[in-house]
């Protein structure tokens, strides 16, 4: 059973089962009788999110709108047919990210690429486009007022160039899609958050992530809801353990551009990047189990290949 934090009763955290229990999350927020998801995670969600609706009294009608960080596939590959039930919503979306919603044939394709044609089917199914003019752009610093609550929209690159985060300031929440990291409540539990940076391809940045965090704890927001995973608190101190991670991998980056083989590039990676996360959960006074290290592994493994994407293109410009 996975505990939430609840600081808002009108804020509720909806675990997507994307891939399995406790790995990506979605929010629904209460305003009167109006509704708004962020993060609209895989079409295989859908049917959780709309049955959360109807768990709390109400229809997919009083959805105003669904927002997604980014359009990075567990983020917003279900944003089409959660639009098609939710008939009054619109999709708020950065504007790099808003034209692969439109129309998500290149993500597709890209996707693909990566997954491979059965596991991209597995985890995705069939991504629907969103109609153009059910699409609003939100630009960097605008703010939304929804009922009494009101929505400030960040740009923050880093993670991807086509990602914002949402600061909501009633309930002093900020909603950081990928970058303020990951953090799953299964692994060092309500006293002790284990934290890290995601680095998966292809728009990893260092420099933009550590900007990104300082964005991130400037609003002064008291609580970060995470799509992987759920909401944490104490933000100046957790961006201490975010600051030191991105430094560890872009050592790791750096290290790796000695190797020439791209397979020999991700598996080098893949085993510092295992060592840091080891360590990191020794200083933390953890001691992973054997399923908790199997459930970070998919984690390892596309921070690896983020890294290797980057050495790639920093071997690329040398040749240039």
């Not at 089962?17 to 209460?30: H, N, P």
């Not at 560890?248 to 750096?254: D, L, N, R, V």
Request: net charge negative; proline share 3%; with cysteine.
């Amino acid at each position: 059973m996975i505990a939430y934090m609840n600081f808002d009763s009108q804020i509720h955290t909806i675990d997507c089962e994307y891939i399995e229990s406790g790995v990506a999350s979605a929010y629904l927020i209460q305003e009167g009788d109006r509704l708004c998801f962020v993060e609209n995670n895989t079409n295989y969600a859908v049917p959780r999110l709309l049955a959360k609706i109807e768990d709390l009294g109400f229809s997919p009608d009083q959805v105003d709108y669904c927002i997604i960080t980014h359009v990075h596939l567990d983020h917003a590959g279900g944003s089409g047919l959660l639009l098609q039930a939710c008939t009054n919503a619109k999709l708020l979306a950065h504007p790099k990210a808003a034209r692969h919603a439109i129309d998500p044939s290149r993500l597709i394709e890209s996707s693909k690429q990566v997954y491979g044609e059965e596991m991209f089917h597995k985890l995705y199914g069939e991504i629907l486009p969103v109609p153009e003019e059910r699409v609003r752009i939100m630009g960097d610093g605008e703010i939304l007022q929804w009922g009494s609550r009101s929505f400030q929209f960040l740009y923050t690159k880093g993670h991807a160039n086509h990602h914002f985060c949402i600061y909501e300031s009633k309930s002093k929440v900020i909603f950081t899609g990928d970058a303020f990291g990951i953090a799953y409540p299964q692994i060092g539990g309500k006293n002790q958050v284990f934290i890290f940076p995601t680095t998966t391809p292809t728009d990893y940045n260092a420099e933009e992530a550590f900007l990104a965090l300082d964005k991130i704890v400037n609003t002064g927001a008291e609580f970060a809801c995470l799509t992987h995973f759920g909401a944490v608190s104490n933000l100046p101190e957790l961006k201490k353990d975010l600051v030191f991670g991105y430094k560890e991998m872009q050592k790791i980056a750096e290290s790796a551009l000695a190797f020439e083989d791209s397979t020999d590039i991700q598996a080098y990676c893949e085993s510092q990047i295992r060592k840091f996360i080891n360590e990191l959960a020794s200083t933390k006074g953890i001691t992973l189990s054997e399923e908790q290290s199997n459930f970070l592994e998919n984690d390892i493994r596309l921070n690896a290949s983020g890294l290797a994407y980057w050495v790639s293109k920093e071997k690329a410009k040398k040749v240039s």
